[in-house]
């Protein structure tokens, strides 16, 4: 193995056949279907694994450095307004993130005027020191009360929050409705759940051929066992799943696409669009060939309220 490859966690044991749709199909289907229950444990331990221990998952390495500190490349990055976007829209007083790593949307949540209690968790105990000094070293004046807990999402035990927040983190953990069920105790009702995540549509699929063709890739094994991480990205149908899994509970409020616009066909639709005068309307924006070309997606959950007798 080379170097390269070090980072990769031990995947459960898998057939080649089986490895290529654990890398093809989306996660509600990898994980309900695909893999045996001792795979799915075994791939959780590897994950927590990967998490706190890749190189490039610390503060100075991940993202080229960009992190809490780099406020000018979080407002021009799509997930930045997105995130920016849910805040103005909801203003939350209580905001739980999920998997901050190191604080890229952190500072504009602590910082937003509406929230005044924040929670972070993460398995990575490089980004939890990072944070825990970041936040310690601002004043406090601006600043929310804060906490941080180094640990998976599913152990967290808090005060009832308005909003979870998940930035390009969700998609590390492959037990999705596991973590719904957690997050659906801790979000008041009437509260939120935000998701902005890359998505697993055709661009992915070409990424996904990229790194099956690079040398090395899978194809050495680590005990026996095939390197694989759970990068698995969202599509819209698996969102779908988990709003219909919770029985009326959550309801999806909000979704949006970015990073179609290089793809040919998006760009025909959205000429044609304009030619006949629709304009770019949202049911556009969200059609099935827009998604079908995106890279990233926005997604928020509503806590349904009981109804009062
Ligand atoms: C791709 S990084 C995203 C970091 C940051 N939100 C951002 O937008 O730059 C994913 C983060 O999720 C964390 N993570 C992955 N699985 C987790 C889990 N089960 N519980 C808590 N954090 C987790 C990782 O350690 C990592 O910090």
């Known amino acids: 193995m080379t170097d390269r490859y070090?980072?990769?966690p031990l995947g459960p044991r898998l057939s080649a056949f089986k490895v290529a749709l654990f890398l093809l199909l989306p996660n509600?289907?990898?994980w309900s279907w695909l893999l045996s229950k001792s795979q799915r444990l075994d791939l959780l331990e590897a994950n927590k694994a990967c998490n706190d221990e890749r190189p490039d998952y610390?503060?100075?390495?991940?993202?080229?450095?960009n992190s809490f500190e780099s406020s000018a490349a979080r407002n021009n990055h799509v997930d930045g307004k997105w995130v920016l976007r849910f805040l103005e829209t909801f203003n939350p007083r209580s905001v739980l993130e999920c998997g901050p790593g190191s604080g890229f949307h952190t500072r504009m949540i602590v910082e937003h005027p509406s929230v005044q209690n924040y929670a972070g968790i993460d398995v990575n105990h490089s980004f939890i020191d990072y944070l825990e000094d970041k936040l310690s070293s601002l004043p406090v004046d601006t600043l929310a009360?804060?906490?941080l807990f180094l640990g998976d999402v599913k152990e967290i035990e808090i005060e009832p929050v308005d909003a979870v927040i998940f930035s390009a983190s969700l998609h590390h953990m492959p037990d999705r409705t596991e973590i719904f069920a957690t997050l659906l105790k801790i979000?008041?009702?009437?509260g939120n759940i935000f998701c902005v995540e890359p998505t697993h549509y055709f661009p992915r699929f070409l990424?996904?051929?990229?790194?099956?063709?690079?040398?090395g890739y899978l194809r050495d094994k680590v005990d026996g066992k095939t390197p694989l991480t759970t990068h698995h990205f969202c599509t819209w149908l698996e969102f779908k799943d988990v709003e219909s899994f919770f029985d009326g509970k959550l309801r999806i409020i909000d979704v949006d696409y970015d990073g179609y616009r290089g793809a040919l066909i998006p760009r025909i639709i959205a000429k044609l669009a304009r030619m006949i005068g629709l304009g770019w309307p949202a049911w556009l924006r969200t059609s099935f060939p827009i998604?079908?070309?995106?890279?990233?997606?926005s997604i928020v959950f509503s806590h349904v309220r009981p109804m009062t007798e």
């Open 145 to 147: 009360k804060y906490q």
């Open 291 to 297: 998604r079908l070309f995106s890279k990233r997606m």
């Open 6 to 8: 070090q980072p990769q």
């Open 207 to 215: 990424h996904v051929l990229r790194k099956v063709c690079l040398p």
């Open 187 to 190: 979000v008041k009702p009437g």
């Open 28 to 30: 509600n289907l990898v």
């Open 58 to 65: 610390r503060p100075i390495a991940y993202q080229n450095g």
